[in-house]
Structures are given as C-alpha cells and as structure tokens.
C-alpha cells in the first residue's frame, strides 16, 4: 500500500470523527497532487499553496482543550527555536539572518559555552521579552502561528522514548533541539486547543480526535510499539507569551535514535499505521 | 522509475547516492521542501537530520558535500532575473552558511556586491534578508584574517561600504573589529549624522576591549572625524564620552591633544573600556541554578544598562524587515 492509500484511510476516518471538517479538508485535499501525499519528504511541493487557504493551518479553528497539567511541553529544532523568538539584540544577529549557521552558532554560543544548560532550565524572558512565536513584522506568516504542545515531560533521560509517545518520527529530528515548557496558568488553559483534521493536514502521522465525544485533549499516536497505539496528549497554542516559557538544550546520539526505530518514509512503518488506521475505522 | 533514479527521503537515508543527493538539494534549492524547510527551521537543518538519521552518516556526509561542491559549481547568484530576492540564493546560502564548501566564497561575495548598493523597495523584504545572510556567510568563511587575500581584502572592503549603512553599521563595525580592520573612517560620521542611536552604539565597538591609553586615542579620532558636525551630532558624542568616562570639555580653554597633527580637545580621566560583551549573554544565561540565572542576568543587564545606553531600536529603513544591530564584536 503506498502513501497515498494511507493517506485515504487517514481521510476516511476524519470524515468520521470531524464531520463539521469534512468540507474544509476536502478542499485543502484538492490542492495535493496524487504524488505529493505525506510522510517525509513530500507534500512539501504544495505547501505554499497550502498557506494561502484559510482552512489550513488556522489558529482559531479548533475546539478549546482541557489540558490537566501543570505545564506543556513543546519541541523544537535549534533554528526553528530561533526563527520563533525575537531575539535581542546580541542575538539578533544570530536570528536575523535565518540560517543553520545561526543554529550552529547559537548552539555553541549559548549551549556548548554555556555549559550547564542541560540540567537547567532557563527562562525564555532572559533572551526575548515578547512571544514565543513568528512575527509578522518580520515579513513571517501569522497563518503557521500555531505550535503543537504536549503534556507528556520530556526530560533528557528517555527523550527519544517520549518524542515517540509524541508521535514524532526517528526522521523528524536532527540529534539536538530546544525543549520548551508552559506553564499552564487559566488564561493559557483557555487558550489551548484540540488539533483537528486541519491543524494536522501535513503532519505525516497524525490521529484525528472524535469531536463528538468532546476530548478534553488532541491524542498522539505512540510509535514506541510494533503496534501503534493511543500516545501523549497534544494541544495547539497560538504564541505564548515569553515570561511563561522555560528552555533547555537536549541532544541526543544517532545510536540512541535508532532505538525507537519509526520511520516515516520507511516501508515497514507505512504498513504499521496502515493498519493502525484500518484498525480504527 | 528504476530503483537507482527512484527518490524519496527515505530511499536516501537507506540507500544514499550522489544522484540521489543531487535530486534531494535541487528540491530543497528549488522550493519543494518547503513543509520540511519550516519544520526544521532551515535547509541546513533539514541536510543535518537527512545525514543524522542516514544508516550511514560518513557516507552520507561525504556524498552531501560532494554534491554540495558541484551544486555552488554551477550557481551563478547573479544570473536568476530578481536575483535579489530569489528564494533560491536565499536557501544556497544558507547552506553555504552551514557547510562553507570551498566555492561558495567567491559567489557569495560576487552577490553581496550588488546587495550592498542596492535599494529595496518597502515591499521587499527578501533583499535585506539575503543581504544580511550574505554577510553573514562572509563571516563563516573569514571567522579571522585568512586566505585568499584578495577576496579577504574585498571582503573587509564590503564591510566598509556597510558603515555608512545606518542598518548595517553596528554589524558591519563588529565584523571589522573582529578582524582587527576597524579603522576611523568618514563612513562612521556619514552613518552619525543619518541616525544618532546608531553612534551611541557604534562608538563602544570602537572602544571595546581597548587599553585606557588606546581608548584615549580611538576616541580622539573619532572626535577629529566629528568636527564641524551639527551640535546634536556633538551631544551625542559627548555623551557617549562621558558613558565611558570620557569628558569631552568643548569651552575655548579647554587643553587639547596633538593627534594626527590635529589638535582636538582633550579626552582622558577615568577611562571605562567598552566591554567586549558578545558573549555576554550566553556567560550570564547559565548559573549554577536557574534562579543564579536569572539574577545574574538582571544584574548584568542593570549593569549594561547604566554604563552603555540601553540598545536603542535602530530607526527602521523603508523595506526593512527588521533592524539588524550588533553590540561588539564577538557575534
């Protein structure tokens, strides 16, 4: 079975759970080449199009969440970290010219220099007084203002473990990121959102909730297992104030990314959420 | 499709080839992984997860770079029409941040060229983005005085150029000190007069990490550089004067010093070096605890704060997307 035919069961059992959705994701279905359907690699060729439809990637578009949580976490690559912040004005620098070089740097500047980054976690507001989110200003689209939070910990200890109990594929990450925790405080919590079959469109794994139960959380799929099953809970947050965010630097080894072995390009895992879905529907 | 030409992420992490590397950077340089680019946050991101999560990383490393080789090769910056806001350079760049494959050197400063007289429209915000990446790119292949002279000697040219750049000064002033090239230019007044917080910020990279004596004769440039500016140029110097101890006494009497043959007003007493403070963020940021942390930085910015004027928004050209400052040298 190929991507596409995956991706049909995905579609098949979002009509089902988010029927008010149905119109929107059939649109925003138009819009994909046969070719071009998720899992690593693809869909990409379509996403500014994608962009440029109301329906796809819209912060207010979900039902609101009942995160019960302390806080929520959230995982970030180091130059998306840095695309995200605005930065002052000794990093500015780093930020402004949106490069790899500025994650390098940024990483050897305030990660290897600094040291005992690992074990602490640092608040956001000591480098950026503002959001952590994109600044139209800054000639971003406000429309991919949306960022998937979990309330699953992630610590450095088992941090591969937990990023697939996040549903996040072994190809998703590079060996080193930014983990970013909320504190969850009321008006947060009422800003949380369940993600629906929109918000996760060009996700290449991605379960859409039954709205018709009303969950009080959107459901990762945990890859952890031969068989797939129900994983962390997962939130959409617009940008997040700074003063409520803490960061720390994780890294991982290549070999400690094999452990958990998911691949989304890879064969062997397509046939896995395959059936996983068929399983569902 | 053969196996051998088939292509996808996967097949390249597995399998990897130099063809298959080719076609995954012409789909990055081209725009087809664009959801991938925004995941990771860059091109160079995404190359490093492909090799991190490759069944071999040295291969897949190595056929990286030899595609990449090839790849800047055959780039001709200039030659796409709007070449200036071409998204394509933007990403080749930001490869060449990343890797700094041998060719990309003499490209990149081949496209700065036109980015540093050119004038972006409100609406284009892509040319000062490029033009930012471009020096930046400049600044990962000459981290110091290096070879090739003649494209070092053109690069510090450049910089130059960028002095009188009220958007580009600070950075373009860091780079030079950082190169020990920073000289008293006629650029540094252009650049006062067009936006007076750029010189309250510009003159501490002048002074940072000087000895008081050196301080002393830095500054006394800068003032011969100055003279006969507008009194509200003067001010602003005087006060930047005295936010380093500096006491620039303007009165007829006042004794004056012989520099370059000039005589200016005498600038000495309690001279406070400008800190070299481009790592000072990251050496503040991570105390033993996070509270330490946290202090410290309060502490440092209180400190920055009253012996620095607080970093000023620069005055935002038309067409900028954002100001680009620096603070010293360092970054």
Same mark, same amino acid.
């Given at each position: 079975m190929g991507k596409l035919e995956i991706y049909q069961l995905r579609i098949e059992l979002a009509k089902r759970r988010q029927p008010e959705h149905a119109d929107a994701h059939t649109k925003l279905m138009g819009l994909v080449p046969v070719d071009d359907f998720p899992y690593r690699g693809s869909l990409s060729g379509c996403y500014p199009k994608l962009l440029k439809q109301p329906e796809f990637c819209h912060p207010s578009r979900g039902r609101r969440a009942q995160p019960d949580a302390e806080f929520l976490y959230l995982i970030a690559e180091v130059d998306k970290f840095l695309r995200e912040i605005n930065a002052p004005p000794e990093l500015q620098l780093l930020k402004y010219g949106d490069i790899t070089a500025t994650g390098d740097k940024f990483w050897e500047l305030v990660h290897v220099r600094g040291l005992k980054a690992k074990e602490e976690w640092v608040p956001l507001s000591t480098i950026t007084q503002g959001v952590y989110g994109r600044d139209p200003a800054a000639g971003e689209d406000p429309k991919q203002q949306i960022y998937?939070?979990?309330?699953?910990p992630l610590a450095q200890e088992n941090l591969v473990r937990d990023m697939r109990r996040r549903g996040l594929a072994k190809d998703w990450f590079s060996g080193r990121c930014v983990v970013l925790r909320c504190r969850l405080t009321a008006d947060l919590v009422a800003a949380t959102q369940v993600p629906s079959v929109l918000d996760g469109f060009a996700s290449d794994i991605f379960l859409p909730t039954d709205s018709e139960l009303t969950p009080p959380t959107g459901q990762a799929i945990d890859l952890? !297992?031969?068989?797939?099953?129900?994983? /962390?809970?997962?939130?959409?947050?617009?940008?997040?104030?700074?003063?409520?965010?803490?960061? %720390?630097?994780?890294?991982?080894?290549? !070999?400690?990314?094999?452990?958990?072995? /998911?691949?989304?390009?890879?064969?062997?895992?397509?046939?896995?959420?395959?059936?996983?879905? %068929?399983s569902l529907l | 499709m053969s196996d051998e030409t088939e292509h996808s992420p996967w097949l390249l992490q597995a399998k990897p080839t130099a063809d298959r590397w080719r076609v995954e950077l012409d789909k990055i340089?081209?725009?087809?992984?664009?959801?991938?680019?925004?995941?990771?946050?860059?091109?160079?991101?995404?190359?490093?997860?492909?090799?991190?999560?490759?069944?071999?990383d040295s291969v897949a490393r190595a056929l990286f770079e030899r595609t990449l080789d090839r790849l800047v090769a055959s780039w001709h910056p200039l030659d796409w029409p709007g070449f200036e806001s071409d998204p394509r350079n933007l990403r080749i760049l930001q490869l060449l941040a990343a890797y700094t494959p041998a060719g990309g050197m003499a490209k990149t400063l081949k496209l700065l060229r036109p980015l540093n007289t050119y004038e972006p429209r409100s609406d284009e915000l892509m040319v000062p983005r490029m033009k930012s990446l471009a020096l930046q790119v400049m600044e990962r292949y000459f981290p110091a005085e290096q070879d090739p002279a003649g494209a070092f000697a053109e690069y510090v040219e450049q910089l130059e150029l960028n002095l009188a750049n009220p958007t580009y000064a600070l950075y373009a002033a860091s780079r030079l000190r950082e190169l020990r090239r920073l000289r008293v230019v006629s650029e540094v007044r252009k650049v006062a007069e067009c936006d007076l917080t750029v010189l309250s910020q510009l003159v501490p990279v002048f002074l940072s990490g000087l000895a008081p004596a050196e301080g002393v004769r830095v500054f006394s440039q800068l003032r011969i550089q100055f003279q006969g500016a507008p009194?509200?140029?003067?001010?602003?110097?005087k006060e930047v004067a005295l936010s380093h101890g500096l006491h620039l006494d303007d009165s007829p009497a006042a004794p004056t010093t012989q520099i370059l043959g000039t005589a200016v007003t005498r600038v000495s007493e309690q001279y406070r070096p400008a800190e070299d403070n481009g790592l000072r963020l990251a050496k503040t940021l991570f105390k033993d605890t996070s509270q330490r942390a946290a202090t410290e930085t309060t502490r440092v910015r209180k400190d920055a704060h009253s012996e620095f004027p607080p970093p000023v928004p620069l005055k935002r050209r038309e067409g900028m997307a954002t100001q680009f400052t620096a603070t010293s040298s360092g970054i």
């Open positions: 998937w939070w979990s309330d699953l952890t !297992a031969d068989s797939l099953k129900l994983g /962390a809970g997962e939130f959409i947050l617009g940008p997040v104030a700074a003063s409520h965010i803490e960061f %720390r630097f994780l890294e991982v080894t290549k !070999a400690e990314n094999d452990a958990f072995a /998911a691949h989304s390009g890879e064969p062997a895992f397509q046939e896995r959420l395959e059936k996983y879905y %068929r | 340089v081209e725009g087809s992984r664009e959801a991938d680019l925004q995941q990771f946050g860059s091109p160079a991101a995404y190359v490093r997860s492909l090799i991190f999560n490759s069944c071999d009194p509200a140029v003067l001010a602003a110097l």
